[in-house]
């Protein structure tokens, strides 16, 4: 039988972020697929394409992320705090919005390029 158990407000609040945070780190994303050997390899192993995976466990009490790293063998756990992680996530999406842009630029050179060679194309075709 289903026994109901009281549930503190706070509680619920951790558990809806709790929700949120792993709905982050678990939805599919849109970048394209890696190809070959290496990329191989990390899906026989189990390991996302780009090196993320979700939290093990999130230590509301004291503010920290028990992360499980596999070296080698070995599965090493890392203690991080919840601050810590915020700020490397945002300086990793800080280099994201830069590595963009810059590939938006070149993508606009590229356009720009590929137009004057198809103009300097039908040109030399109507003079030919």
Known sequence: ?????SVSQEDQ????LLRIGTAYFTQPTLQP??????AAQRAAA????FGYQA????????EKILVEEVIGDEIIVHEK???DTVYALTNHMNTLLKEVNALSQTLAKEQ?????????????????
């Open 13 to 16: 609040e951790d558990a809806v």
């Open 46 to 49: 189990g390991t996302p394409a």
């Open 1 to 5: 039988m289903f026994c109901p158990i």
């Open 81 to 83: 705090s919840l601050v």
């Open 55 to 62: 939290p093990q466990l999130i230590v509301a009490e004291d």
């Open 33 to 38: 697929t890696p190809r070959g050997p290496q």
């Open 112 to 128: 720009k390029a590929r137009r004057r060679l198809e103009e300097m194309f039908r040109q030399q075709t109507q003079n030919s």
